[in-house]
């Protein structure tokens, strides 16, 4: 049973860092799934932050593309989340989760999620 | 960039009653790729429905998907206490690449 769990700080201070990590436990990293970052802002919807394989690849939301970075460390079996220049719009739960995909590969959907973690961005 | 639409926001209904929630996206989406889920206060989304009408593991036979194209349909044949919760449609597109989620319905209890 894959099990996913994100680490954090909860506070980060307006237009610094948001930095969290996602590991990864009862499945390898370097397994041909990608692996996303989700986050939902108190009492609203869910929105798509970006995705990650284990070779580095990427795709992230083009509208959080300018400030998000997303990396592996396959030798820990986790991977990380960077949001540069946060603002109280960034004050979420960020969920990191495992993509599974149909035969030729394509992503059909989210099958494993962490617990989520709350991030407030607050002076 | 593909848009869903969901609808209602909330549906009031009674245990036991039908449950039929409606996905409507901007753009044709292959239904391979539209998915549900199922949300409760403080908990992580779980996947419900892949390929717009397969259930995912250990999900219940009643909660079922339909549609193809623009229009797609997520029911819950008869509505038990735990299903009450906030219900989320997704694709995944090609240009850009990435997941997409609709608002969101709310169940909740008449």
């Known amino acids: 049973q894959v099990q996913l769990q994100e680490s954090g700080p909860g506070l980060v201070k307006p237009s610094g860092t948001l930095s969290l990590t996602c590991a990864v436990s009862g499945g390898s990293i370097s397994s041909s799934n990608w692996w996303s970052w989700v986050r939902q802002p108190p009492g609203k919807g869910l929105e798509w932050i970006g995705e990650i394989y284990h070779s580095g690849s990427t795709n992230y939301n083009p509208s959080l593309k300018s400030r998000v970075t997303i990396s592996v460390d396959k030798s820990k079996n986790q991977f990380s989340l960077k949001l540069s220049s946060v603002t109280a719009a960034d004050t979420a739960v960020y969920y990191c989760?495992?993509?599974?995909?149909?035969?030729?590969?394509?992503?059909?959907?989210?099958?494993?999620w962490g617990q989520g973690t709350l991030v407030t961005v607050s002076s | 960039e593909i848009v869903l639409t969901q609808s209602p926001g909330t549906l009031s209904l009674s245990p036991g009653e039908r449950a039929t929630l409606s996905c409507r996206a901007s753009q044709s989406v292959s239904s391979s790729y539209l998915a549900w889920y199922q949300q409760k206060p403080g908990q992580a989304p779980r996947l419900l429905i892949y390929g717009a009408s397969s259930r995912a593991t250990g999900i219940p036979d009643r909660f079922s998907g339909s549609g193809s194209g623009t229009d797609f349909t997520l029911t819950i044949s008869r509505l038990e206490p735990e299903d009450f919760a906030v219900y989320y449609c997704q694709q995944y597109g090609s240009s850009p690449r990435g997941f997409t989620f609709g608002p969101g319905t709310k169940v909740d209890i008449k």
């Open positions: 989760a495992r993509e599974f995909h149909d035969s030729s590969g394509y992503p059909i959907g989210l099958d494993y």
